[in-house]
T-cell receptor
Framework: RKEVEQDPGPFNVPEGATVAFNCTYS??????FFWYRQDCRKEPKLLMS???SGNEDGRFTAQLNRASQYISLLIRDSKLSDSATYLC???????????FGTGTRLTVIP | NAGVTQTPKFRVLKTGQSMTLLCAQD?????MYWYRQDPGMGLRLIHYSVGEGTTAKGEVPDGYNVSRLKKQNFLLGLESAAPSQTSVYFCASTSRLGYGYTFGSGTRLTVV
């Protein structure tokens, strides 16, 4: 079983739509969680950390459900510039410490 | 502030050739990592370092060696390149465990 699993998509949504991505992780002892964004042929960049209480950054909301080992990312009022691949990332602990999902591709359509 | 810099950005090697990829960070980060990214596979950890002079194996270390002689530099070596090592290689660093990583812009390597 993979450490982190994501729906690869693609998700094609119109501008202004709300879209949600989900991710599950296998290690119940995992300690920290992130969403990264990766543009085509670019490096991954940290979008936001995910906290147990849930957190919001502008149009982006991240949620963590430890009991179900499930992480989500909600994007409201989608912009063309949101088109990218979104990577779910989990830290199971220790120095060898981040596991990356394969990513969910989002295309926002005019 | 340059962050994490990788060189070269592109390279084509013939099977059996060797090369070294350089990662340099100017953020005084302790922890450094080398990943490879292949279609449908996500990022996979090759080797990592928890400080100057230390290295450790990740998920896919075979065919690669690393060195961290200076805190700011983390080198990835391919001793005898194989077509299976065609990939995009990313270096990353972080100041503390459990924090997010800063990535370099990547090296696109093709082995023919």
């Amino acid at each position: 079983r993979k450490e982190v699993e994501q729906d690869p998509g693609p998700f094609n949504v119109p501008e202004g739509a709300t879209v949600a991505f989900n991710c599950t992780y296998s290690n119940s002892a995992s300690q920290s969680f992130f969403w990264y964004r990766q543009d085509c042929r670019k490096e991954p960049k940290l979008l936001m950390s995910v906290y147990s209480s849930g957190n919001e950054d502008g149009r982006f909301t991240a949620q963590l459900n430890r009991a179900s080992q499930y992480i989500s990312l909600l994007i409201r009022d989608s912009k063309l510039s949101d088109s990218a691949t979104y990577l779910c990332v989990v830290n199971p602990g220790g120095a060898n410490n981040l596991f990356f999902g394969t990513g969910t591709r989002l295309t926002v359509i005019p | 502030n340059a962050g994490v810099t990788q060189t070269p950005k592109f390279r084509v090697l013939k099977t059996g050739q060797s090369m070294t990829l350089l990662c340099a960070q100017d953020m005084n980060h302790e922890y450094m990592y080398w990943y490879r990214q292949d279609p449908g596979m996500g990022l996979r950890l090759i080797h990592y370092s928890v400080g100057e002079g230390t290295t450790a194996k990740g998920e896919v270390p075979d065919g690669y060696n690393v060195s961290r002689l200076k805190k700011q530099n983390f080198l990835l070596g391919l001793e005898s390149a194989a077509p299976s090592q065609t990939s995009v290689y990313f270096c990353a660093s972080t100041s503390r465990l459990g924090y997010g990583y800063t990535f370099g812009s990547g090296t696109r390597l093709t082995v023919v």
